[in-house]
């Protein structure tokens, strides 16, 4: 089977996170931080959750879903061991036997299970085999993922993610030693994994492996394709950014209390930032970013609301405010 290239196209001078503000907002700004999502969270369902195309026997599947389980169940075995400090040859031969066991009863339920007679499809087994296949594939990815645009000034991604405008867009530069870790989204063909690549990835095959991963995390149906979506993986929840970050833009709903906490929470910055504002191209439905007038924002924020007395405090007589002046 002939494996398509990894993915070569040009990455683009920035990237852009589109944000509602929050306090998780402002952590990530001030902390240099960046939330890797778990997938099941997205709001896709389909997005990461491909289908096996079971394009071999049942014995070939039998064989990727023992040698899945098995690495699944000693990966937890281990993990368990360490932390209650058990090592030394006995427990590693004792997990070895343990998940050897695991895989062996799973795969007999599995052959059971597909001589019921209610199924009526050609291969029962093989049929069973793809789904456990499946199943225990998608188990082994359990990166978390940030997702970014090519573009700051895209309308249906300040309704979508930027909080209809009331929120922000955040630009990071990709670093050179950071670039192949950047992945670009399809939006072209289907959700089908081959059951070949797998078995080819599960035998050292490099370029299934890459395949097989493309396939799973960086796939999305063509209504998706406004996004211009990039991808950068790591593990599950807050972890300091790879990226550089560059510029914040401003929705043009933003209310100047926020753009005033964002740019005094990263004015001490070591590496300066750039904040823009996001306005109306006149007379169409374009969007167009300017640079944001921090002399004029701190002009008038943070301020003070004065009471209606401390504002005629001046006119006011020492004896009593509603006592008549006197001639």
Known sequence: MQRKPPNTDKRPRR?????????LTLEM???DRLFFADPSSFNDPLDSRPS????????????????????????????AAKSIKYRGPRTIEHIARQAQRLATERLADIR?????????INDPLQFLLGQYVEEELLRRYDKGIVSFAERS???LMWSHYGDQHKGLCIGYSIPLDVTAMVHKVEYDGG???HASSVAAMTEGDECARREVDAAVLLRKAPNWRYERE????????LQDSALELEEVVFGIRCSPAVKFAAVKALEGRQRGVDFFEMRERHGTFQLKKFALDIDELSAFLP???????????????????????TK
């Not at 049942?58 to 990966?75: D, H, M, N, T, W």
């Not at 059971?112 to 009526?120: L, W």
């Not at 990039?230 to 929840?237: A, E, K």
Request: charged residues 30%; glycine residues 4%.
């Open 15 to 23: 990237l852009y996170k589109y944000r509602a503000f929050s306090n």
């Open 29 to 31: 700004l001030v902390e």
């Open 52 to 79: 096996l195309d079971t394009d071999l026997t049942a014995p070939e599947l039998e064989r990727i879903y023992v040698g899945f389980v098995k690495q699944r169940v000693s990966a937890e075995m281990s993990a």
């Open 112 to 120: 059971y299970n597909s001589t019921n007679p209610d199924y009526e």
């Open 153 to 155: 000034t895209c309308p």
């Open 191 to 193: 959700r089908l994994v």
């Open 230 to 237: 990039w991808r950068l993986f790591g593990p599950r929840g």
């Open 303 to 325: 301020r003070r609301s004065r009471s209606i007395y401390e504002a005629f405090e001046s006119v006011a007589l020492p004896n009593s405010f509603d006592e008549e002046p």
